[in-house]
């Protein structure tokens, strides 16, 4: 195994499991399913079941698969519009930095995932047993583009953000 394919199973691993996790809290953490929804909803996501729902249920799967490198470039495209919807919804509006609830957080985990799709899933992977080898640009491609398509579909399809009166 070489240092790339350490570093990118490091990478992956790390990912993954923190995204599981994620999506495991997301489904039965304090808040449950219950609290996920409540907050969707508050974010204009519509319906705000479904969202939380599919959510947590992709965090979790996305994330496993991830964390053993199964379907690594659709499992990173899935993490990606996942950080791209966080960021647009719920994270944009506070600016950069994470203790202002900005988007500094959902950015590093996007661009890390982008990483693994350009490096690929490397050797210690269920994809290199399975002889999936998808890296380089068309790796890289695969996940910015998915990622980012996938959540531009569902963001003009479902999301309806409450408007200030303010302005």
Not at 46 to 52: E, I, V, W
Request: net charge positive.
């Amino acid at each position: 195994m070489t240092a790339a394919d350490t570093a990118v199973a490091l990478l992956r691993v790390v990912v993954g499991l923190t995204l599981a996790a994620h999506g495991y809290n997301h489904l039965w953490g304090p808040g449950g399913l219950a609290g996920t929804t409540r907050w969707f909803g508050s974010l204009g996501l519509r319906p705000p079941k479904l969202h939380a729902l599919l959510s947590g249920a992709g965090e979790l799967a996305s994330g496993a698969a991830l964390a053993i490198g199964l379907l690594t470039p659709l499992a990173a495209a899935f993490v990606v519009g996942a950080m791209v919807i966080a960021g647009v919804t719920a994270h944009r509006r506070n600016g950069f930095f994470i203790f202002k609830d900005g988007y500094e957080y959902v950015l590093m985990i996007g661009v890390v995932c982008a990483v693994i799709g350009l490096l690929g899933p490397g050797t210690a992977s269920v994809d290199q047993l399975l002889g999936i080898d998808v890296a380089g640009v068309v790796g890289l491609a695969i996940v910015v583009g998915l990622g980012v398509f996938g959540a531009a579909v569902l963001l003009v399809a479902t999301w309806r953000p409450a408007r200030s009166l303010s302005s």
